[in-house]
């Protein structure tokens, strides 16, 4: 019996999935689908208000890159819980380290092929050594040039159950990360004299900024703050806090506000409330999400997503490789977690999305199993098991 289905959707990137006989494209547009059996589910976000959440029937390809120290562990519990879940994902995995002498440009071909493809990605971090080997760009960050992933965005929300210094925390750190400082543009002018190139564009500043108040608009956010060091970096930043301002114009009924770096994170620590979405160039980003990730447990509980106009990557927020941690079981996987069931939302996965989200916040608000960062004794499996005993709950 054959039913015919009209779907909208909003999602960006190409996904094209089979089952039996049936072709389900996304491509950003209205499209039409013809069911020559039972109907497939697809989530609520796609069905309209009055459907419930459905689960999908179809399975969507993403890659991953487990990266270095304890990037593989978190990614077998993420394998572990989907696995557990019946989440309809499939992942292409690949490993790139530069560390482990497990990368060339051939991988990194490799990798890039596969993200092109997919559209969708979960990565580890990618650990790069301070010794100079000739080769300035890391492979984490030619892998972020390559598919232009030029917003962070770092959700830093409290846990329920899980007390801090400030609780009820709701912010969002976005950052632009391919220039400034980390633009790899480095060399030694005259003997014992090195100069190092900080890089801000009109283009890349505005694209950034438009993406804040984008963002505050479809998430209802009230105020965007840009964080800068103009008054000693004029030029540079003085650049990106002008792009901002003429950006901001075009968004009235959203609250503009500028900081200084130092003052923010002097302000981060002493009333984080005062702020609702910030956006800054690379440097600052880099460290106002591990000050901010400590404001909520650390490292291992924040999820984090990068964005280009095509792609999506899921990792976590604060990247550490953690590699003291690697082969002893101790790693919180709730960040990769996390950052798994947004990257499942993003795909219109919603079911499962929140499945594996509240099982995560769940594990955590009960506070029976808890890993060592979180004050508690439990190993990454142990937490990996618990969670996936909270998915059908």
């Known amino acids: 019996m054959g039913t015919s289905w009209e779907l909208r959707t909003s999602h960006r990137h190409m996904q094209t999935v089979t089952r039996g006989q049936t072709l389900l494209c996304f491509n950003g547009s209205q499209i039409k689908l013809q069911l020559t059996s039972r109907p497939l589910s697809v989530s609520a976000a796609l069905c309209g208000p009055e459907a419930p959440p459905a689960r999908a029937d179809a399975t969507f390809k993403v890659t991953m890159v487990p990266g270095d120290g304890v990037g593989p562990e978190l990614m077998t519990a993420v ?196 702020f609702d979405v910030l956006v800054m160039p690379n440097l600052y980003g880099n460290i106002i999400d591990n000050l901010a990730a400590g404001l909520v447990g650390g490292a291992g509980v924040v999820p984090g997503e990068s964005y280009s106009a095509e792609y999506a990557v899921f990792e976590t927020g604060a990247r550490h490789p953690f590699a003291q941690a690697v082969g002893r079981n101790i790693a919180n996987p709730t960040a990769m977690l996390l950052s798994a069931a947004n990257m499942l939302r993003h795909l219109n996965l919603e079911y499962h999305s929140q499945m594996v989200s509240d099982a995560v916040k769940r594990v955590i608000k009960q506070g029976k199993v808890r890993t060592g960062d979180l004050g508690g004794y439990a190993s990454s499996d142990e937490f990996t098991r618990a969670v996936i005993a909270n998915l059908a709950v």
């Open 79 to 274: 394998k572990e819980v989907f696995k557990a879940g019946d989440v309809p994902v499939e992942f292409e995995e690949f490993h790139l380290s530069e560390v482990q002498n497990m990368a060339s440009d051939e991988k990194l071909e490799q990798v890039l092929t596969s993200m092109k493809t997919n559209k969708v990605a979960m990565k580890g971090k990618i650990h790069t050594p301070m010794e100079f080997k000739g080769e300035l760009a890391s492979y984490e960050m030619r892998l972020r040039r390559k598919l232009d992933l030029f917003a962070n965005v770092v959700h830093v929300n409290s846990l329920p159950g899980y007390s801090t210094r400030h609780n009820n925390l709701d912010l969002v750190i976005i950052r632009e990360q391919t220039e400034g400082e980390y633009s790899s543009l480095e060399h030694e002018s005259v003997t014992g004299v090195i100069e190092c190139l900080k890089i801000i564009t009109r283009d890349k500043s505005r694209r950034i900024a438009k993406f804040a108040f984008d963002y505050a608009t479809k998430k209802g956010r009230s105020k965007v703050t840009a964080v800068h060091k103009a008054n000693i970096m004029k030029l540079g930043d003085g650049l990106f806090l002008q792009s901002c301002a003429e950006i901001a114009q075009l968004y009235p009924k959203i609250k503009y506000e500028t900081i200084i770096i130092d003052n923010c994170c002097m302000q981060l620590v002493q009333n984080p409330y005062q």
